[in-house]
């Protein structure tokens, strides 16, 4: 559980770099990533999650959520709309 803490403060404190709104969908569940609540609640390492980044700086905040992520393991895949 320990590596799972790190895991959700890690992206919490590297989404709140970005102005950028970014939100994990998880099955029908949508979170504000910078939420550390909200990730508590909803992050678990065997699932497959999307990553939903809109704003200003979206696109520095895409690579930055993809680097967090990968480094955790976990999965996830960048909607583009």
Do not use: C, P, R, W
Not at 5 to 29: E, G, P, R, W, Y
Not at 38 to 43: A, D
Not at 49 to 73: I, N, R
């Amino acid at each position: 559980m320990s590596s799972n803490n790190a895991a959700i403060v890690d992206i919490a404190q590297t989404a709140s770099q970005f102005n950028s709104s970014i939100v994990l969908q998880a099955d029908n569940k949508y979170i504000d990533v910078k939420s550390i609540l909200g990730l508590f609640t909803t992050l678990v390492s065997s699932q497959s999650y999307e990553l939903h980044v809109h704003g200003t700086d979206a696109e520095e905040a895409k690579k930055a959520m993809s680097e967090v992520f990968a480094k955790h393991g976990l999965k996830f895949t960048v909607v583009a709309e």
